[in-house]
């Protein structure tokens, strides 16, 4: 029950929020449809988040339900001051004007809210993959008394990461007295709700400005758009299905079943034979109970040798699935929020007729301003959407300046005057958080052997590739498809030029830095000739995939290219320029991985393929239903008819995914949604404990990474441990980490000498030592010298805690 009533006050305190932001989104989004309504509790919560950590970040407020509340009044100034900006009575008058689409909107938010809080309640449990790292940074958030928070892993330290969604989750938990445990699976509820409303806010608005005669259809109509987004998955479920059906396996000779196609397709398990008789459900082979996880490892690289190389290609029904509150999962109502702005400004939102003075940018100041504020905190949540939809913002501009005065050489340096002065402004509005940030990026490299198959493609996009494809020939069509050879040579030029990229970038570092690490992530992989020749081999091999890609280039750049013939100042085709666009930008987004990606800690491409993919498929998502909206009102019966056809195909076989998987973890519900539940009482009752505890260092065992049975009194208290996982703290920290500490670790427990023991005490200020089943297994725990020099405060059955005096 009382969780029951957090959710509900978790519920109130967002649609509170939205309210108290809604003259900052009239003002900011006015030239959208909706005002900006549908995106107002992202607005709010990056706004207030943003007041809150900044001022607490410089020492100005406390880290307390006060300092929160002192925020909340902030915010509410801010807004007072935009609504100064509008006529008495302006915004009562447009909610009575457009009460049904508000009424559509909120009842689209309480259904989105109440399906996944189903879903968290019946899966609760915090135990798998990156989960208790991000409940430990909530919970850090939660038990730190100023910010910037202390890392919860690495004691004496603050959090080096964009953990900017985990304080919005701490905030509401604050407020509410709830325990980060239950706040994390209310954290993706309100990451699912908020984008189910964000999508649709963003295709209602793209439709709105297309014919917003049919005002009452589209509010039906734009549903779509959260369907495709949040619940679509790609091909892997129908071929779990098929596979379970033992399709296209025939016994051979020695009556072993055999299969050419699933040999030839390649997918993970699904090329060895299934097993029992056939079936209508997917199963599981070698995967635990998580059939699914295939679906999120579609596309594969491999070294020369042959050896495999993990692509992660996650799209949303999958996160939200898997359960991990991720920063790539807490972006996405922002990153929509970012998508809404920029398409704000296509409109002409904030743009002033002479140009800005010192910038030259015909955008208001305060517009400028804002949307700082906005992409900025984009590098806070998830550092890769920053740069995605900084461009995609300044592409915009450019569009809509390029259908205004003509295309001239000048919009060039213009966008790049733009995209430098958000980026300047951007790092200062979040300094606090570069000031304590380090990248493990290491520079851009060519991706020379592993192109991504047609196949693997088509099998990850081609349900949103299939409406998409329909609407651009639609249009081609309509313009008499004049344009259209230059067009796709301008794809393939694309295409080529990234390719002579990849090679240029292997050149200079196989040149001139042989030596550096750059230079030897080309080299370490053998002669380079036999590299190249290798590569080109593999990249004519997996043709499909490039060819693709440059096809849907080269569809979508031709018609941007095509001159607008309408009035000087005109949108071109109103919605159609900026549908376009979210297609290119998502376009070049799977398309650069398939010859460059950024160097990290993993050393190939696959945070560079999982990072853009999943930022892809959003924006094509949301372009797909705006295409399929429009193809359903356009064609005539018969065309219509045999869309329609076909769109019930895809979509009957995109949702095969979301109606297995929601089905597999919702079978056994736990009817709970504190994410500790899972854990033994006694355990549990010293994480409580420990909860209330005055703050400081914690000893326990330090396991591997996604190990979940270690870390766990630091994961599920807030309290700073030694070290939690070491993989990800080098991660965070660039590999600058003191791996001094797991050997000191090891030595406090395993010693029998008590000054020994003391004098590691003393230099990590350790106060808590707990003794558990993990210490125990990771350690040769000598228990005595703590029950004899230390105070027990707290026993169970497995749980012992000594504190130090």
Known sequence: ??????????????????????????????????????????????????????????????????????????????????????RPGELRDWLRGQRRTVLAMEALFLLAFVFMLWVRAARPEINHTEQPMELAFINAILRSPALPPHDPWLSGFSISYYYLGYVMVAMLAQLLGLHGSVAFNLGLVTVFASTALAAYGLAYNLLMAYKPALQRSLLWLAGLAPLLVLLLGNGGALLEVAHARHALWEPGADGALQSAFWTWLDVDELSNPPFGEPGWAPRNYGTGSWWWWRSSRIVNDRDLNGFDQEVIDEFPAFSFTLGDLHPHVLSMPFVMLATALAFNLYLGGGERREPLPLL?????????????????????????????YAALYGLAYILRRGQQAGWQRDLFFELLALGLVLLIAGVVAYLPFYLGFTSQAGGILPNLVNPSRGAHLWIMFGWLWLPLLAWLLWLWKRSGWKGLLPGLLYGLAAVAGLWALSLLLTWLYAT?????????????????????????????????????????????????????????????????????????????????????????????????????????????AVAAAVGIVVLLHELCRGAR???????????????????YSFSDITRNPAGSL?????????????????????????????????????????????????????????????????WTRLDQLRALYSTSDWRTAQAIIKQYEIKYIVISPAERNSYAVDESKFSQNLSLVFQSESVTIYQVP
């Open 360 to 388: 030259d940018f015909h955008i208001r100041a305060e517009d400028l301003a804002f949307a700082a504020v906005l992409l900025g905190g984009l590098a806070f949540l998830n550092i890769w959407d920053f740069p995605i």
């Open 641 to 659: 008819a045999a869309f329609a056809g076909l769109l019930a195909l895809v979509l009957a076989a995109g949702l095969l995914f979301p109606l």
């Open 674 to 738: 504190d994410g500790a539940s899972y854990l033994p009482a006694d355990v549990r009752a010293a994480i409580d404990w420990l909860r209330a505890a005055p703050l400081g260092v914690l000893a326990e065992a330090v396991g591997a990474s996604y190990d979940s049975s270690t870390t766990r009194f630091s994961t599920f208290s807030g309290q700073p441990t030694l070290m939690g996982w070491p993989g990800h703290e080098g991660q965070w920290r660039g590999g600058n980490v003191d």
């Open 512 to 620: 001139f830095l042989p030596g550096m690490e750059l230079g030897q992530a080309i080299t370490s992989q053998g002669n380079l000739s036999d590299v190249l020749a290798a590569g080109l081999q593999r990249r004519l091999a997996a043709a499909g995939g490039w060819l693709s890609l440059a096809a849907l280039l080269g569809l979508v750049i031709g018609l941007l290219a095509a001159r607008p013939r309408r009035e000087k100042g005109a949108p071109m085709g109103a919605a159609q320029g900026f549908v376009l666009l979210m297609v290119l930008m998502g376009t070049l987004l799977v398309t650069a991985p398939e010859f460059i990606y950024l160097r990290d800690h993993f050393g190939t491409r696959m945070n560079t393929v999982f990072k853009f993919y999943f930022q892809a498929w959003q924006l094509w």
């Open 1 to 86: 029950m009382n969780e029951l009533l957090g959710a509900f006050g978790w519920y109130l305190l967002l649609a509170g929020l939205g309210w108290l932001v809604l003259p900052i989104g009239y003002r900011f989004l006015g030239a959208l449809a909706d005002k900006g309504y549908a995106f107002l509790r992202p607005l709010g919560l990056l706004l207030w988040a943003l007041i809150f950590w900044a001022l607490g970040s410089y020492g100005l407020l406390p880290n307390n339900p006060g300092g929160i509340l002192a925020a909340a009044l902030l915010l509410g100034g801010l807004s007072w001051w935009a609504a100064r900006g509008l």
